[in-house]
Structure formats: structure tokens, C-alpha cells
């Protein structure tokens, strides 16, 4: 079976920074993504890890490791806007993304 | 660029009905593209991989009498919910692979809420 494990809410205030883990166990896995998801919308692509390391895009890094089947993502110098749900997925072959359970973040002022 | 679109946005049915979402890759072409369904504060469930030219391919547990996909072009997908039951309501999101682009990122459309009553 596959099953992907992240905390279910996150509360940080603005400015901080936060770190949102993903643990997984997979048949197959090609790499680990991030999406972000606000109430009712679409979710949004943040960043994907093939190989082990840290991978940074402005505010947000990811980090993989794929002997422990272990990842996460860093969100820096939050902002509220960042109040969001964020998902880890594992890409299978042929592109399939299995998704975690989310992780709702809050930031307060 | 890369955008995708779904129509409807929202839809109210009655028990019985059928209904047609609509998924078109606006600005790319997508030899494949993903169906899922999202429960109120819950994750995205992979329902079927979709491939132009070919049938779908359903992951365990999801009826493809009932979710009926067509891939017909490089730019359009669509699902059919038939005989919806007040259970079928639900956040239904499609998403695509840009052919011509990376091979893990997935553009996802709006999302269409379907309520079955």
C-alpha cells in the first residue's frame, strides 16, 4: 500500500518560519512535490524533489531524503497570505501523484 | 501560461442525473491528464488517469460505469458522473501534464463543486 503522513495543523505567526514534514511508504516513488491549497481553489504547485537535498524557490525549500522516505518543506518570513493547506505527494511512474492528508496553516498577525 | 479550466464551476443535480465536467488544458497540450476528489477538509483521492486516444485507467475502488472519462483531444477531458447520488457530492479538480514540459509538474483546473441532492 502507499500512505503519506504530515501533521494536520500548523500555527506560526507572521514573520516566522515553519517547517511542514512528510514521512511516506510507497511501492514506487519518482519524487516528492509540494502543493498549496486555499479554501476552495486549486492547489498550486510549489517545488518537487527527485533526488536527496535541499531544493529553494524564493520563501519556500524542500528537503528530501530518500533513505529514511522523509521529507519536508520550509516556509520562511511567513506571511498571511501563506494561511493555506499544504500537501506532500509522491509521483509514482507515470506521472500519478498520491497526496497526503494536508497540513492547514495558519498564520497569525 | 500552462492554465487549466474546468466547466462547470459549480453544479446541482438531482438523484438519478447524470452530469459532464469538463477539463480542457487552455494554452498546452496534455497526452494525460488525472481526476481527483477532495471531501470537505480532506486530500485530494486519485480517481483515474486519463489518456487521449486510449481508455482511462482507475485506481482501486472507483467505479468506471459510474465515473465515465473521455480523453478525446490533446486538450480536453471530460467525466461523467452518472446516476449521482447525494454521495457523489464532492470537490472533483482535474489536472494535466504539459507534453512538452517537465515531467513531474501537474497543472490543476479550479475545480468543479457538484452537488447531488
Known amino acids: 500500500g502507499q500512505s503519506l503522513e504530515q501533521p494536520s495543523e500548523v500555527t506560526a505567526v507572521e514573520g516566522a518560519i515553519v517547517q511542514i514534514n512528510c514521512t511516506y511508504q510507497t511501492s514506487g516513488f519518482y519524487g516528492l512535490s509540494w502543493y498549496q491549497q486555499h479554501d476552495g481553489g486549486a492547489p498550486t504547485f510549489l517545488s518537487y524533489?527527485?533526488?536527496?537535498g535541499l531544493e529553494e524557490t524564493g520563501r519556500f525549500s524542500s528537503f528530501l531524503s530518500r533513505s529514511d522516505s522523509y521529507g519536508y518543506l520550509l516556509l520562511q518570513e511567513l506571511q498571511m497570505k501563506d494561511s493555506a493547506s499544504y500537501f506532500c505527494a509522491v509521483q509514482n511512474q507515470g506521472g500519478k501523484l498520491i497526496f497526503g492528508q494536508g497540513t492547514e496553516l495558519s498564520v497569525k498577525p | 501560461g500552462a492554465v487549466v479550466s474546468q466547466h462547470p464551476s459549480w453544479v446541482i443535480c438531482k438523484s438519478g442525473t447524470s452530469v459532464k465536467i469538463e477539463c480542457r488544458s487552455l494554452?498546452?497540450?496534455?497526452?494525460?491528464m488525472f481526476w481527483y476528489r477532495q471531501f470537505p477538509k480532506q486530500s485530494l483521492m486519485l480517481m483515474a488517469t486519463s489518456n487521449e486516444g486510449s481508455k482511462a485507467t482507475y485506481e482501486q475502488g472507483v467505479e468506471k460505469d459510474k465515473f465515465l472519462i473521455n480523453h478525446a483531444s490533446l486538450t480536453l477531458s471530460t467525466l461523467t458522473v452518472t446516476s449521482a447520488h447525494p454521495e457523489d457530492s464532492s470537490f472533483y479538480i482535474c489536472?494535466?501534464?504539459?507534453?512538452?514540459?517537465?515531467?513531474?509538474?501537474?497543472?490543476f483546473g479550479p475545480g468543479t463543486r457538484l452537488t447531488v441532492t
Open positions: 494554452d498546452f497540450q496534455a497526452t494525460t
Open positions: 524533489n527527485a533526488l536527496d
Open positions: 489536472s494535466a501534464r504539459d507534453v512538452a514540459g517537465s515531467s513531474y509538474e501537474q497543472y
